[in-house]
């Protein structure tokens, strides 16, 4: 089986970061120049790569909901930064909240400063809409409490960044931001959407289906670092 090169991660970590889609036990290439090999297994077996190392594993999940024939409105507290424009670093503390289960802050490996780095730029990105469609907030006080960013392709809507701050968590703020994108998907002609997270987050995964949301799919994540790359 051959590895395929990710030159975006390869250029934004500064090593040699490969990926596999491992459906059964096979050999891998014998290219032992990767610093960290990413496998992605529809069905979790154990499996070794020569030369490499097991560092971290997880399991993403894809949940999703049928918007079609829903009537949903969104709530008066959120706001639009279409309308009320926000600088990366109102959203910082929040996006990094929306990551504190991403296997790029969970795999040591990485570094905090990188996890930080690449959700600083996952909010540019948001914002200036290369990322994404649409990002809503909930503000108080002049701090932001709560976003959500919105994808959409064709007729699927897909939630990039989701959270709401830990001090204000439990007072229905994340389901206000939920049905405010939802709302934007139908206006929009999206009938369903789609939000991923990981098995691990027992907690977000809870909220998804409460809200009326179904696992579309699930795939194991596994981090292969190789032994003298660390």
Not at 59 to 78: R, W, Y
Not at 92 to 114: M, P, T
Not at 148 to 153: G, K, L
Not at 184 to 213: H, R, V
């Amino acid at each position: 089986m051959n590895i395929n090169y990710l030159q975006w991660d390869s250029d934004f970590f500064k090593k040699k970061i490969g990926e596999i889609l491992l459906t059964q036990k096979e050999n891998i290439s014998s290219d032992t120049t990767y610093d960290l090999i990413v496998a992605k297994q529809p069905s979790d077996f154990d499996y070794d790569i020569e030369g490499y190392h097991l560092s971290f594993k997880e399991t993403k999940v894809n949940f999703i909901k049928s918007l079609e024939g829903l009537a949903i409105k969104a709530s008066d507290i959120v706001q639009d930064t279409d309308d009320d424009s926000k600088d990366v670093c109102f959203f910082k503390e929040l996006a990094y909240e929306s990551g504190k289960k991403s296997r790029f802050l969970l795999d040591k490996s990485f570094g905090e400063v990188k996890f930080k780095e690449l959700y600083d730029m996952w909010i540019i990105n948001s914002l200036n809409k290369k990322f994404a469609a649409k990002t809503f907030f909930i503000e108080e006080e002049n701090q932001a409490i709560g976003f959500v960013t919105v994808q959409q392709y064709d007729t699927l809507g897909k939630i990039g960044l989701i959270a709401t701050h830990p001090d204000f968590q439990g007072r229905g703020y994340g389901k206000k931001l939920l049905h405010t994108a939802e709302e934007f998907c139908i206006k929009n002609g999206m009938t369903d959407l789609e939000i991923p997270t990981q098995k691990e987050n027992i907690q977000a995964c809870a909220f998804y289906s409460k809200q009326g949301y179904t696992i579309k799919d699930e795939i194991t994540i596994k981090h292969y670092w190789k032994n003298d790359s660390l």
